[in-house]
């Protein structure tokens, strides 16, 4: 049964699979940054909210599991939740779409080409928050809101930070992305079967230069 616009959908990447960047340590002292590595099939999880407080619940749990993520699309029944493609329409090799557009009550935006200067440290996860918050239209400013430094946060320059908000009504990505016309963020991430990826980096031989990765802020 349909968990409807309160609910988040989750996949799981087949083992191997990779949704989060993994940062080496390189022989020269440097690091190298491997990108997503996710694979084509997932299995299909829902799991209904009803808040702030839930969602930001959820996406906590998705950011400890290395092979997950979200998207907004909705699961169409009778697919195979153990092992699916990640298709909103029929593909061109003849496979069937998997997922459908649908009106959520929440939305996760990505920053990730946020202008400068700073008049904080990038790597202070509430701060830039709070400040990209302060980018989008006023109504936005005044809502309570879930915030997670993105992997290459504190790797790569400039602030890199995901904001998930609940919404007053079910909404289209379009909308949303409409809405939010000329603001610094991702709009893929708006879209039904992209991959909205919020798990923390994995890290080989090399520090976590982030103290504070997620929060609720109010």
């Not at 061109?92 to 935006?109: A, I």
């Not at 909205?196 to 802020?217: F, K, M, Q, T």
């Amino acid at each position: 049964m349909s968990a409807g616009a309160e609910a988040v959908t989750i996949l799981r990447c087949m083992p191997g699979g990779r949704a989060t960047k993994r940062i080496s340590a390189r022989a020269d002292g440097g690091i190298e940054i491997a990108g997503y590595d996710a694979g084509k099939h997932f299995a299909v999880d829902e799991i209904a909210i009803g808040g702030i407080h839930e969602l930001g619940a959820v996406l906590d749990d998705v950011s400890h599991d290395p092979r997950a993520f979200v998207i907004r699309g909705e699961p169409l029944v009778g697919i195979d939740r153990s092992r699916c493609r990640r298709l909103l329409y029929t593909h061109e090799d003849g496979s069937p779409p998997t997922f459908r557009e649908m009106p959520r009550r929440w939305v996760v935006l990505d920053f990730d080409d946020v202008p400068g200067p700073y008049r904080f440290n990038p790597c202070d996860g509430a701060l830039a928050a709070i400040y990209c918050r302060s980018l989008l239209p006023e109504p936005w400013r005044r809502c309570s809101f879930w915030w997670e430094l993105s992997s290459s946060a504190g790797f790569k320059p400039g602030v890199r930070i995901k904001l998930a908000f609940w919404l007053a009504r079910p909404t289209l990505g379009a909308e949303i992305e409409r809405h939010l016309k000329g603001c610094p963020i991702d709009v893929s991430t708006l879209r039904a079967v992209q991959p909205i990826y919020v798990a923390r980096p994995i890290l080989v031989n090399v520090a976590d230069p982030i103290r504070r990765r997620a929060g609720i802020e109010h």
